[in-house]
């Protein structure tokens, strides 16, 4: 009775060895197929191609000057000249987005990229080595992430002039912070798996358990996890910007504009504000949604290997 | 449990003595520094020298480290030199403000996202979940500062319901009432994008459980189950949350306090760092650090008692 029992028990669990094996096969095809199917996500996907177009293939098409301040054509409305009107200082507004969508978008990448890779690191080796180091590792974060952001970004923005590169490098400074502790955990999570214990049984270098077998399984999370670090930083950035912390002239962002617009929030000047509004919330809208359906492949492909 | 608390308390100290690090070697990493900040830039190179002595801070860094920390123990927090105070009375009159605001706001936060979030797990997928859902991503995607020019524009410009600024806070109820109504709606509606949609995943999750079952099976109702069950188990994990979400409000709040002039550690930070009055930014930044970890030990301790699990564990 028993022995028939755990004969049964065996083939049961080849069978479902051998159905894994052909999910992991078709699983790069079907990861493809999940997301296309998410139309939200696609359409996402297309709306941020738009902005990234609008952005940067935009000023080819649309000649604006936008480092002249031109007193006498501030504040003017939407018109043949100025399809979206011109700012307080007479600039373009459609320009002016357009500059801004480059910074917006550069920032958000870099940011999105840089503190994915420097999280990835701290994590790994934090949650890989555990014991005294993970612990000093783990305070840094932990104090690091106690000081609120902006505090933080307004001390360093008295002091420096920011430039795009330094903006991504404050905002990486803070942003990589809770990725890094979302790998460790991730870390000490595929540790336990029985594939990694046998392969440390074998003999295998830890560099090549990190690069080899412990990477790849965080992968999934990781890609999420980036690319809505992208929308907080188009988030952070547009606040810098709001807050005159933004990027130097003739460099702007759309927080930027946005504060330009709100001086002149009581004459109704609503060119001046609520593009601006709509091209931010656009942005990030699509980047969360993008995020969102990533979550979906990343988690269907989790629930079935 | 008493161990526990034990190791959490000491976790939480550790952080703010690297709190405390960061924080000091930031500032004196600053070009120009302390000393050409409150002298100027066209101040002699011995006038520099002489206030360098006088402030200590030609000795090395771990040694005025040790002596700032201190000072710092002990209640000394330097001289705000522009605005002629000491720093510790500077931050016993704006901090206590600043955390009323965040306080209330959420607070308001959680009774509206909690509600909401069960209500939303409960009819998952349907046409109502689906609205509240794209309502709260579109809001999740808005910067606070855009938040808080939009409820000026509806609540103030359209209708004049509000005021726009709460710099007149301070003189009675009845004027704070109205004129802490903005920023507290600006930074409660930041708050409920976040923590509805956690409440909404968290309470699918639960329903998923095998106690739901159970539950059921013995004869509850569903709305039994979810009020009874559900709402105290997804509860614990919007606890943590709350702790880890400080930071950022205390974040939003420097926003807020700018937009609409309310008178909190926010607008003192964000003046002091125009007038570069280092003693003040220093000392704002460690305080709210320090309430944030204290905010966070809180939210453990409070996660400790809810979820017997969590004093096992870890």
Redesign the interface.
Known sequence: MKVSEQAERRTASKDKEGANVNVRQSSSASALQVFMANKLAVGAVLALLVVAMFSFLGPLLHHTNQTATNLTMENLPPGPQHILGTSPTGKDELGRLMVGGQSTLEVGLAVGLLSTGFGLIWGTIAGYVGGAVDALMM??V???????????A???????TPSVPLIIFVISAVSWLSTARLVRGETLKVRTYDFVAASKGFGTSNRSLITRHIAPNVLGTLIVNGTLKV?DAI?IF??LG??GLGVAPPATNW?AT??AG?NN??NGYWWQ?WPA?IM??VT??SV??LGDGLRDVVERRLARS | MAGYLLRRMG?AL??????S???FV??HL???GIVRAQLGSKATPLAVHVLEQQEGLLKPLPVQYWIWLKDTLSGNLGFAYKLNQPVSSLIAEYVPRTFMLVGISMLFAISIAVPMGLWQGNRRNKADDHVISATM??L???????LA??L??VLN?WLPVFPSTASDYGTSFLVDVKDLALPILTLTLANVTYFSRYMRSSVIDNLLEDYVKTARAKGASRGRVLAKHVLRNSLNSTVTLLGLTL??T???S??VE?IFDFPGAGLL??NS??T?DFEV?LG??LV??AA??MG?LLADILYGIVDPRVRSRS
């Open positions: 305070r840094v932990d104090a690091a992430l106690s000081i609120p952001f902006l505090f933080f307004v001390l360093l923005a008295a002091v420096i929308a988030l547009a606040s709001y807050l927080g946005l504060a709100v929030i009581f504000l509004a931010i919330i990030v809208l969360n949604v | 976790q550790a952080t703010m003595l690297a709190v690090v960061i924080v930031i500032l600053l070009p120009g991503l579109i999740y995607s808005m910067p606070t500062f855009l020019v939009v000026i524009v410009l930071p950022y205390v974040s939003g420097l926003i700018s930070f964000w760092a125009q570069r930014l704002v930044v709210i650090s944030t970890v966070n």
